[in-house]
């Protein structure tokens, strides 16, 4: 393959478009009336959502903004499934009054829909809501929030969800179609989506809840070793939905953003120095722990070096160097690279499972967001060019004068 310019995102269409099947294809096996709404904020790149909605996917918003990019992107009202608690009320109207999918998060959403359903007298409209329950409870040790509670929706155990309920049911031309359940894990077992698909069961028969859908979220494992891949979770999700839902009635829907597109993304830097400080050997690269990392948390990476010349047998082994970034940041230091070849300027390290939480979540600090292209059989095709101080400077102002 051609040599081109580092830094750059490539994503292998091929693994891609396996992976959406895989998806897809368990669906299908296990509950055969679904719908995938792809995770617009895990990366909403124009050319991976453009391929998304290519296989079939509606578009899970969480923004006015990602709203505006689906409709942009050619997402029809009816297409958009929109979640989280910061919609705007111009947006949440255009997508309820064409029968989109929205799923309620708070009190103020439900003050909108009251006044537009009372606006619209002659029109049903079919809302979802979105259940916030204990799932650490379930799952010890296994959730994000942990003990404390999770942000998003109506609280089950305090009655807030119930209460949200009473209200809705209260108004004549509003139907409660759908729960949402998206909660986020540390360990995106199966077990947590076992425990949010019985979560929809017993807030069913609670609520003698008649849905059109139960929309289980994201937060699936995807490309990971030794870790759950698609056709491990929606047996065991569809074994509990089974005891309160039938798929020709209750559709299933989910809302992957890092499981597909993890495994199908690398980045690629280069090294473009070396420097030996108080006995550390500091290796510069062009790529940047914001590209790939930009919330600091992680803790190791999947790489792997190509040497410009040779495969690094005839160097010398060096028992340390840190791998840093371009950026005048102490913290920018990507990992320490231990009993290893000597690394010099000309080399490539490669970062792979970096689809998510990266590029959309990668700053415009000191160099703008690096091109992106797509490896298509043997070949690369740019998908993104580097952004330039042109691209930086768009819509600004550079002088008030009139
Ligand atoms: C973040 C999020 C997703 C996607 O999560 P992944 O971990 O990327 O799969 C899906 N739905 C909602 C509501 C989210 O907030």
Request: net charge negative; with cysteine; glycine share 8%.
């Amino acid at each position: 393959m051609e040599k081109l310019q580092t830094p750059y995102f490539v994503i292998d269409e091929a693994v891609l478009q396996n992976y959406y099947r895989m998806l897809t294809d368990s669906l299908r096996q296990n509950w055969n009336n679904f719908l995938v709404g792809y995770s617009f904020k895990t990366n909403s790149l124009p050319w991976l959502v453009s391929f998304v909605k290519k296989n079939g996917a509606y578009a899970e918003v969480v923004s006015e903004d990602e709203y505006l990019l689906a409709r942009r992107l050619g997402y029809q009202n009816q297409e958009i499934i929109y979640n989280g608690p910061y919609k705007s009320e111009s947006s949440f109207r255009e997508v309820l009054l064409a029968g989109g999918c929205v799923n309620l998060d708070s009190r103020m959403e439900i003050a909108w829909l009251t006044r537009l359903a009372t606006e619209h007298p002659a029109q049903t409209f079919s809302v979802g809501i979105r259940a916030n329950f204990d799932l650490e409870k379930m799952c010890p040790g296994e959730t994000t929030m942990g003990e404390e509670s999770g942000r998003f929706g109506f609280c089950y155990e305090t009655g807030k969800f119930a209460a949200a309920l009473q209200t809705l049911r209260a108004i004549p031309n509003v139907r409660v179609a759908g729960l949402h359940l998206h909660s986020s894990s540390k360990s995106r077992s199966v077990g947590i989506f076992r425990s949010i698909a019985r979560t929809a069961c017993r807030l069913q028969q609670e609520f003698d809840l008649s849905l059109s859908y139960v929309d289980l979220g994201g937060g699936y494992c995807g490309g990971m070793e030794g870790r759950p891949e698609y056709p491990d979770y929606f047996p065991a999700v569809a074994e509990e939905l089974s005891k309160c839902f039938t798929p020709d009635r209750t559709k299933l829907i989910v809302e992957p953003g890092i499981s597909l597109i993890s495994k199908c993304t690398a980045f690629v830097t280069s090294v473009f120095d070396t420097r030996d400080i108080k006995g550390t050997r500091y290796v510069m690269t062009d790529g940047s722990r914001f590209n790939i990392d930009a919330t600091m948390i992680k803790t190791s990476h999947l790489f792997h070096v190509l040497h410009e010349k040779g495969d690094g047998s005839e160097r010398a082994s060096m028992p340390r160097q840190i791998i840093s970034g371009y950026t005048c940041m102490e913290c920018d230091r990507m990992f320490s690279y231990d009993n290893s070849p000597e690394l010099f300027p000309g080399d490539r390290i490669v970062y792979e499972n970096v689809g998510g939480y990266t590029m959309s979540l990668n700053p415009l600090f000191i160099q703008y967001f690096p091109a992106v292209y797509i490896k298509r059989n043997d070949s690369l095709i740019q998908v993104r060019r580097k952004w330039t101080p042109e691209d930086y400077i768009q819509g600004t102002t550079l002088t008030e004068d009139a």
